[in-house]
T-cell receptor, first 116, second 116 residues
Framework: EAGVVQSPRYKIIEKKQPVAFWCNPI?????LYWYRQNLGQGPELLIR????????DSQLPKDRFSAERLKGVDSTLKIQPAELGDSAVYLC??????????????FGPGTRLLVL | AQTVTQSQPEMSVQEAETVTLSCTYD???????LFWYKQPPSRQMILVIR??????QNATENRFSVNFQKAAKSFSLKISDSQLGDAAMYFC?????????????FGKGTHLIIQP
């Protein structure tokens, strides 16, 4: 079974440029998460989708970040314009979405963003 | 809001020995889930072990076991018979019990070094 797929793996851009990250979750997983992991830190949740609906976007900086999950499958996270402080690893994860003790989040390999 | 604290930025252990990684958390909730994730240099987060707070029995997965002290809000990970492949960042994480598949709250991580 294929895992969570993310692309690109690495991205280098200049500040003020736009950038987009793509995530394809595990087939059948209704819930999709975007996390940001700064250097030397644990991941922090940016947004959570249940199917097409963003149910938790309280930590998403809405002035420059946007996300979408059309058709409830793959998702795109966009930054426009990027700032130096956006340099981080952006992780996507997915889970079945049923909740409960067996609910497990499976993570992709992440996209490492460097803003110059 | 919940917080997770990992007070050991780095730990080192000889191959085949046992090591314990510490984690404390703060929450006002009475029931929740706790996790340990491993992140090797490839960056892909891998679930190591989970614990339901309403279960008194400590979880065990092969060489990995936890010491869950609910009153002390402590959740340590013990790795027995350490292997070179165990070298990675280890993150402690918290998830609310609430309906749906909430996002995880992570600690800052502990870098585990295995000395041959």
């Amino acid at each position: 079974e294929a895992g969570v797929v993310q692309s690109p793996r690495y991205k280098i851009i200049e500040k003020k440029q736009p950038v987009a990250f793509w995530c394809n979750p595990i087939s059948g997983h209704n819930t999709l998460y975007w996390y940001r992991q700064n250097l030397g830190q644990g991941p922090e949740l940016l947004i959570r989708y249940e199917n097409e609906e963003a149910v938790d976007d309280s930590q998403l900086p809405k002035d420059r970040f946007s996300a979408e999950r059309l058709k409830g499958v793959d998702s795109t996270l966009k930054i426009q314009p990027a700032e130096l402080g956006d340099s981080a690893v952006y992780l996507c994860a997915s889970s079945l979405g049923a909740g409960g003790p067996s609910e497990t989040q499976y993570f992709g390999p992440g996209t490492r963003l460097l803003v110059l | 809001a919940q917080t997770v604290t990992q007070s050991q930025p780095e730990m080192s252990v000889q191959e085949a020995e046992t090591v314990t990684l510490s984690c404390t958390y703060d929450t006002s909730e009475s029931d929740y889930y706790l996790f340990w994730y491993k992140q090797p240099p490839s960056r892909q987060m891998i679930l190591v072990i989970r614990q339901e707070a309403y279960k008194q029995q400590n979880a065990t997965e092969n060489r990995f076991s936890v010491n869950f002290q609910k009153a002390a809000k402590s959740f340590s990970l013990k790795i027995s018979d350490s292997q070179l492949g165990d070298a990675a960042m280890y993150f402690c994480a918290y998830r609310s019990l609430g309906g749906g598949a909430d996002g995880l709250t992570f600690g800052k991580g502990t870098h585990l070094i295995i000395q041959p």
